[in-house]
């Protein structure tokens, strides 16, 4: 049997119809796709933000002295909470004149912190305004500091001791002191302090004359 026209194409028909393909993808308006093909969008590059810019710390020098400092009653039991430093008042300068900023209550920024109050201090001809700060508070037992000042340390300040604010049993109150920044007294308000394993008893920090000259011991743990 003769195979029948329809059953087999010459090569010359695969090869007409194969330019036609070719032909209608060249018209303009016509897309012949080849495969699946995924769109990625750009890759976005975030820059860092710019590093913030160091704190600038105001120095104010004035002609004119600021006037004596002024007494203040310092009122334990209003006292916030037993961590609650008293910052005491201060003189700074304001609209061409010294205004006095009275003392408060202040809760430290963090553990084991002392404020070191802010100061008037002769600079050439002015008077220049140091700004108070937290400090870290001297680790008593981890070294012994010996400090000599010709100066006699101010009378110790009075504290009123309020029991009921003791954080417990094993709390033990330590009282206030004067120490010494190397330029002026500053005085480290009492407070409640709970003992380091295997010590019971403080020892105050003081101040012994020796030979003309004042000599601070500090204070420690036994």
């Known amino acids: ?60 020098i004035v002609r004119q002295a600021p006037p004596p400092l002024r007494v203040e009653v310092v009122v334990e039991r209003e006292r916030p909470s037993a961590r609650h430093t008293w910052v005491a008042g201060h003189w700074v300068w304001r609209e061409g004149r010294h205004v006095w900023i009275a003392g408060r209550w202040e809760l430290p920024p963090r553990e084991n912190v ?6 008037w201090e002769v600079r050439g001809n002015g008077w220049a305004f140091v700004a108070g700060v937290w400090q870290d508070a001297p680790r008593a037992a981890v070294k012994t500091e010996v400090v000599v000042i010709k100066e006699a340390p101010p009378p110790r300040r009075t504290e009123v001791i309020v029991e009921r604010e003791r954080p417990s049993k094993s709390h033990v109150w330590i009282a206030g002191y004067w120490r010494h920044d190397g330029r002026v007294y500053v005085w480290v308000p009492g407070h409640w302090d709970a003992p380091p394993r295997g010590k019971k008893v403080w020892v105050e920090p003081r101040w012994e ?3 003309g000259a004042h000599i601070f011991i500090e204070g420690a743990w036994r």
């Open 1 to 60: 049997m003769s195979p029948s026209p329809s059953s087999f194409t010459s090569p010359a028909v695969y090869a007409r119809a194969a330019g036609v393909a070719l032909v209608l993808g060249l018209l303009p308006g016509c897309v012949v796709e080849t495969g699946h093909r995924h769109a990625h969008p750009p890759a976005v590059v975030v820059a860092p933000p710019p590093p913030p810019a160091p704190a600038v710390t105001e120095v104010i």
């Open 114 to 119: 002392v404020w070191v109050a802010p100061r």
């Open 209 to 211: 004359l020796r030979a």
